[in-house]
Structure formats: C-alpha cells, structure tokens
C-alpha cells in the first residue's frame, strides 16, 4: 500500500509501505475512505517534537472494514467504521465513567499511520464505531472530523461546563478550536467568543455559531473578552492550541468558579500555583476521549444537523501529502483531507 511517512522536520514522504496485517486477534484492518492532517502532525514537522525515526503519520480516519481477527464480535467487514486516536477495550472501568483515553488497555489505535491506504486498527470491537449503512459520501468529511477534531473539541466544551445561558470563549482557531464553537452552539451557550486573527478562520467561526470575534490574543484579548462580560469573564472557555500563552490566556480569560476545557497538547506549559489558587477556576482536560462522544456525533451528522466537514479547506490525492503539510504549516489551509 501507499502511506505517508515523517523522515525528519519538513520532510513527508509517501511512499510503499507493508500492506497491515491482523497482528492480534482484536485488531480490524480497515480501507481509508478519507484521511486527514492533524494540527498536532506540525509539532514533529515543524521540528517542535523530535523526529528520532522515519515515522508512519495519521491517527484520524475512517473506512470501510476489510477483515477483522478472530475475537472481534461487533465489528463486521463491509461496515463503514470511525474510531479515535487511542485504542480502548470500552469496557474497563475507566472507559465506562467515559475517559475511554485512559482506557487501561489504551495503545495508539493506528499504529501503521492512518494517512495511508489501509491501516489496522487495535481492539477493534471497542475503538470502532459503524455507521448506519454506507453514508453518503458527501458525509464523510464530516466523520472524518468526528474521529479527532469535532470530537476533540466537543470535550473541550463539555469539560468547559457548557451549557445554556452560559457565555463561551474559544482560544485558537484551528480546527478544533472552530469546532468547540460549533459544540458550544450545540450545547447551548448563549454567547461565543471566538479568538481567532486569521481571516478564512474568521469567516468560518460564525457560521458554526460564534457570536463575537476578538482579535487581539494574550493579555489584550483577555481585556476584550473581560470587556464582553461586564468585567467578569466567561464562564467556559475552550483551549485549543497548547501554549503557555494560550494556556495563560483560557484561565484568565475565565470568571472566577469558571471552567476551562484545555484540548490543545501542552507543550512546555507551566502554571503558576499562586494565580491558579486566587483564580477559583475550575481545570479539566486532557486527550479526548472521543469514543465517548461517537455515538451521538455520526447521529447528528447523519440527521445533518451539523456540518463539521466545512473545516477541510484543503482536499488533496494521498500522494500529496507533503503539500497538505506545508499548506498548514503555512497556515494557507486550515485542515487538509487527504483522498488514500
Ligand atoms: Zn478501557
């Protein structure tokens, strides 16, 4: 088969790969319908995570199940499957209070990159979820963006508290800071605050439901969103990038007895103790467990109540890839779906 492989910064190569065999009996090998570059996949690009080995990239897909091992019991070939980008058994304790990401038995759910042809995926029965017959294809940008993103910053809002008659602030307006907007519209906030300085993103965030766009970021967009809130602050904002400065600007952006949903992957984030203890904000957050949130997603948007797939901005051959990294990294594209 054809996959992608990260040889080193800046360097995405798609190449012959093996084709992914049935290794344990829980594994499903599935065809990709559709795959995806994650904002995540520019860490390593861009040389902020190390590149130790040509590593096989993609951990967001969906397809059509080829075969199955010998313990699988719900998952059936010829379903249309999404899963998320850890593999769980959905049954340990840990899956059913719905932190399927720490699921006991969590391994990365494709480990032979799902930015390819074909990929295998592990403990199949728990991690995968089939759709309701084959959707149309126009639906599968949408489930797409249900496997990570949309699901991503679906628990940033309910780790946010969000609820009616709360006023939500996003920080980032990556793909999954724009879909935290569309959950905070589905859940119900009343007002929402999308922080975003890029203009496609800006055209984008109202569409799925933002009510107000700052545009100023650090300590001058949390004076606009204090401003927008009579001098008190949001009662949940979403952090969707992984920055000190972001990070820093979600908790002072929140009330005090605020929640902050913190979705973006830290990296080198350090919080101070003493502002934390006088904020009284509340913190949740962590890897998504999407899984949780599947069910309900491809419900919604198979009843096209929402329409996630409008942040691929970018549809590119497989055999492209190293373009639909540099077109993010360049930030030209917001999200690039990737045709295997
Ligand atoms: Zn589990």
Known sequence: MRGTVLYAPGDVRVEDRPDPRIEQPTDAVIHLAATCVCGSDLWPYRGIEPVNQPTPMGHEYVGIVEEVGSEVRTIKPGQFVV?????SDNTCELCRAGYQTSCVHREFAAATGAQAQYARIALADGTLVATPGLPDPDLIPSLLAASDVLGTGWFGAVAAEVGPGKTVAVVGDGAVGLLAVLAARQLGAERIIAMSRHEP???LAPEFG?????????DEGVARVKELTGGLGAH?????VGTQESMMQAIRS???????????????????GEEL???HVHLHGGPAPVRQYLPELIGLIGDRAIDPGKVFDLTLPLEQAAEGYKAMDERRAIKTLLQP
């Open 83 to 87: 899963g998320s980008f850890f593999a």
């Open 277 to 279: 203890f006088f904020s």
């Open 201 to 203: 993103r800006q055209k």
């Open 236 to 240: 949940s904002v979403i952090e969707a």
């Open 254 to 272: 929140a009330r005090p007895g605020g929640h902050v949903g913190y979705v973006g992957v830290a990296h080198d984030v350090a919080l101070p």
């Open 210 to 218: 933002a009510t107000d766009l700052v545009t100023e970021r650090g």
